[in-house]
């Protein structure tokens, strides 16, 4: 069994960390063994209470901290995971399952949410304007919003959570935290941190539990709260959005994703393959802005194919912890049943394996690396975010303006890829597509200075960059008799 490097696993309650109410514990596994790697407490709606109220005790002094100095503690906890990378990066893998070159980048993504809002929490920027009829001003500057529930998903258990925190605390709020079931070691890790840079008690709690319905609603009608942030599922998030109607309260959501991997006629081969690579193969395609279908024009589809699957051939399956492995072993078992039906659906349509195409016999949820060619349009896969180590590729005989009509035919609209030998061409079609986020000739589109959300049904508001501390804010306007 793989040791875990020291990690808390009791609930973080104002400061403390606290038993549960209820005394029950839930298990970690690490994906890759079947083995339990820790129990964590299982925060119930008394604890949820407790959380509460510490949260709204500590939000007048928080709000009213000094920008420059809730700075300074953000900068601090930026400088403390960067010392403490290498433990955060194997507890990522422990209980996600991801390769440890994964996680420590998702390490050094996750801390820079500090660095970056311990910039912005020094620029809330207002205004002050004539009234066009003259005879008065208008001045407008954005407050915090008050208490706030985070909520977020296993597959980047830590980046997940320090993109709502960051922002949220240098604006101001104060926060509740409820991490994913399955990861909820890599929150509980930062917790410690978070109090050695100097955050004060009850601004951050965070309740790991088995009953997140019952806890996330709870919250949601306390009228303490303003404001819920949700990364996972469109599902999920629709539930979220209409009990939060009751409160009216405001609702961030990063949700599913359907990326389209567009590949135009002339585009450069190599370049295009190293984006894929990128774009489906980070977390084993465990992720929101994975590319999940790829659309490749009638001259280059040959030629991609070809080198993107001995591109995946070559890739090392097996446990994360091991520096030799490139695959990890996907979260669960419904994660890698359902990558299997999709292949499996795909197939008896017509599609090919030209690589992998099957669980890998053993311990863990293992998947091999796998590309489909002559994917039809009809195939569940092209429609359903696969969440794993699957390319399907559709050869377009159309030109541009199929290739237009195929990536925005979905109900997503959050990351779309397209390289093309021409930027101008490149820079007027990512204006036509459907989607909150295009990378032109590049296989990465998540950076902290940048607004990271989608359309459609992908989702609500902006994470990162300035547009991501204002969704932590109230507009206010004052009217004044200058
Ligand atoms: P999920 O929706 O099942 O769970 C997300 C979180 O919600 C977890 O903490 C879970 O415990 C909690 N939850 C589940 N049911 C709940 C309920 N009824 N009330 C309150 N909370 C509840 O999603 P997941 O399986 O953890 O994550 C995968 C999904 O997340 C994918 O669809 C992926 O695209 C999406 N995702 C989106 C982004 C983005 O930025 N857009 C980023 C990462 C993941």
């Known amino acids: 069994m793989h040791q875990l490097p020291p990690c808390p696993t009791q609930l973080y309650i104002d400061g403390e960390w606290r038993t549960p109410h209820s005394g029950r514990s839930f298990d970690v596994v690490d994906p890759a063994t079947g083995e339990v790697i820790a129990q964590v407490a299982d925060g119930d709606l008394n604890d949820g209470q407790a959380a509460t109220h510490a949260a709204a005790a500590a939000l007048p002094d928080w709000s009213a901290t000094p920008p420059r100095t809730r700075a300074e503690v953000l900068r601090k906890v930026h400088a403390l ?150 990364t996972g599922s469109t599902e999920v998030g629709q539930k979220l959005i209409k009990a939060a109607a009751d409160q009216v309260l405001k609702t961030p ?16 081969v190599k370049d295009a393959v190293d984006g894929a690579m990128i774009a489906k193969m980070r977390n084993m395609g465990e992720a929101c802005t994975a590319a999940n279908r790829f659309y490749a024009g009638d001259a280059v589809c040959d030629a991609f194919t070809a080198e993107f699957v001995k591109r995946m051939q070559a890739l090392r399956i097996g446990h994360g912890l091991d520096e030799n492995n490139q695959v ?4 669960d078992e419904p994660t890698r049943k359902k990558v299997d039906e999709l292949v499996q659906d795909a197939v008896s349509r017509g599609a090919k394996i030209l690589c992998g195409g099957k669980k890998v016999p053993g311990p863990g949820h293992f998947y091999e690396p796998t590309v489909l060619g002559d994917v039809p349009l009809d195939a569940r896969i092209l429609k359903e975010e696969v ?50 986020m295009v990378a032109v000739n590049r296989g990465l589109v998540s950076d902290p200075a940048a607004p990271f959300g989608g359309v459609k049904q992908s989702g609500l508001g902006r994470e990162g960059a300035a547009e991501g501390m204002h969704e932590y804010m109230e507009t206010k306007y004052i009217s004044v008799a200058w």
């Open 328 to 331: 990890g072993s996907l979260v």
């Open 387 to 436: 969440f794993g180590p699957v390319a399907p590729i559709v050869r377009v005989k159309g030109g541009v303006e199929a290739m237009v009509k195929h990536a925005n035919d979905t109900e997503y609209g959050l990351t779309a890829y397209l390289y093309s030998a021409d930027l101008a061409q490149g820079l007027k079609l990512a204006e036509r597509l459907e989607f909150g």
């Open 253 to 268: 959501m990063e949700l599913g994703g359907n990326a389209p991997f567009l590949v135009l006629d002339g585009a450069n």
């Open 81 to 230: 995971m960067i010392e403490r990378l290498e433990p955060l990066a194997k507890i990522i893998t422990l209980e996600n399952g991801k390769p440890l070159a994964d996680s420590r980048a998702e390490v050094r993504y996750a801390a820079e949410f500090f660095r970056w809002y311990s910039e912005e929490a020094c620029r809330n920027l207002g205004s002050v304007s004539h009234a066009p009829a003259g005879g008065y001003r208008i001045l407008v500057q954005h407050q915090p919003i008050g208490v706030v529930v985070l909520v977020t998903p296993w597959n980047f258990p830590a980046a997940m959570g320090t993109r709502k925190i960051a922002p949220a605390l240098a604006a101001g709020c104060t926060v509740l935290v409820k991490p994913a079931g399955m990861t909820p070691l890599s929150m509980l890790a930062l917790a410690d941190l978070l109090a050695e840079a100097g955050v004060p008690k009850g601004v951050v709690n965070i309740v790991p539990t088995t009953k997140s319905g019952a806890l996330v609603d709870m919250w949601l009608h306390d009228p303490r709260v303003r404001l819920v942030s949700f």
